[in-house]
């Protein structure tokens, strides 16, 4: 596989993943429950930008300028670079046939992130600790890093099919 189509392939896989968290999501917005708004990874960036890492609570941080656009396209571009990491761990031969395990693995595993850098720097404290119902929080971060797992998997899946 050519470099260009292993870099497109990931892009491609790494969207998909993201966009299942992203449905994901809404379906638990519709059910009422608590989702980031990704202006606040787009505020966290901006302050990150001057100098400030963490937060207490980021929601009290003041705005900046392409809040939303900028923490769209940063979940966007960390999907891409965790599909990116999957494969420098299991090799381009993974795209042209995609396991579910180590993709699911790998989902799971992921799930270190926000517990460990971004849930503190959000105020939230390491593993949502700080926050009113931390057990909820972490089940819910869980099962969101596992089906980005799943949708890792069904990108390189898809593309399997229908690209040779």
Known sequence: MQSVEVVMRVMAVGAVATAVTDLWAAMLRRLGRPVLDYALLGRWLGHLRRGRWRHAPIQAAAP??????????????????????????????????????????????????????????????????????????????VATHALFGLGLYLGARVLSIFIV
């Open 64 to 141: 900046v300028r392409c809040e939303r656009l900028l923490g769209w396209l940063a979940h966007y571009a960390i999907g891409i670079g965790m599909a990116a990491a999957l494969l420098a761990v299991l090799g381009s031969g993974w795209l042209r046939a995609p396991t579910l395990a180590p993709a699911l693995a790998f989902g799971v595993v992921s799930v270190a992130l926000p517990f460990l850098v971004m849930q503190p720097a959000f105020g939230a404290g390491i593993a949502a600790a700080r926050v009113p119902r931390p057990w909820p929080a972490r089940l819910q971060s």
